[in-house]
């Protein structure tokens, strides 16, 4: 009976590809998450800070630009490298992290981005720490976050929570990422491709601590009290 989109974008998405579904039935009901697993302001505790450096020593008193993902070539590495060769001549103290596994088809994707960090000379200034079940510390460690997928992600959920913790997040200005930050973070939207505008946006927040102000929508409870409420409705219509 109706067609639930996660974001404006699926909307558009749905209405542009799939014509026979009427517009009235398509539904808008974003994604959500819980602002208590992501508390504004939360920081990870001593113990998991003195594991990170025990295990990456190369992290400590960094500008730390965070890319959460996994390896694949939609999710924008390429533009981070580029990214970092601009700024750490000027910078020095910046530092790169990947957050985010290769699954083993991707092994290869990996190895041609790792022999591109080393041809740059950047292997001491990017590291990539794999899978992790801890992205809520990495998001809250890191002082800026990125969103730079080549194409339009359908809702965004970890810029969400990045948000939500309280820092900042700089990323293209297309898809439910887009929708997100016009909302909560409208400083960090950049237009498509647009790399020196990326690369103003970055020095900006190197510069000059960002204010990120407590997120009070996209929770995960407006999302399941919209869900019911729809199911609700259609039943009683039945």
Wanted: include cysteine; aromatic fraction near 8%.
């Amino acid at each position: 009976e109706k067609v639930i989109a996660v974001s404006d974008s699926v909307v558009k998405y749905i209405t542009d590809n799939y014509k026979n579904c009427p517009p009235e039935d398509i539904i808008r009901i974003y994604r959500g998450i819980d602002p208590s697993a992501f508390p504004h302001g939360y920081q990870p505790s001593a113990a998991w800070l003195n594991q990170t450096y025990k295990d990456f020593p190369e992290l400590e008193n960094k500008f730390l630009i965070c890319l959460p993902g996994r390896i694949t070539r939609l999710k924008g590495h390429e533009t981070l490298i580029e990214l970092m060769g601009k700024l750490l001549a000027q910078y020095p103290q910046l530092h790169a992290v990947v957050v985010g596994g290769a699954d083993p088809k991707k092994a290869a994707y990996l190895k041609e981005l790792e022999e591109t960090i080393s041809t740059k000379a950047m292997t001491k200034h990017i590291t990539f720490v794999g899978h992790r079940s801890d992205i809520r510390e990495w998001l809250a460690f890191s002082d800026v976050v990125l969103s730079l997928s080549n194409q339009a992600e359908t809702f965004g959920r970890t810029a969400l929570e990045a948000l939500s913790v309280g820092t900042p997040v700089i990323g293209w200005n297309r898809g439910g990422v887009a929708e997100i930050l016009s909302v909560l973070y409208p400083q960090g939207l950049i237009e498509v491709d647009d790399q020196m505008a990326l690369l103003d946006a970055v020095q900006i927040h190197i510069e000059h601590q960002q204010h990120v102000a407590p997120v009070t929508q996209f929770s995960l409870d407006d999302m399941c009290g919209q869900t019911l409420a729809l199911y609700k409705k259609i039943t009683q219509t039945v």
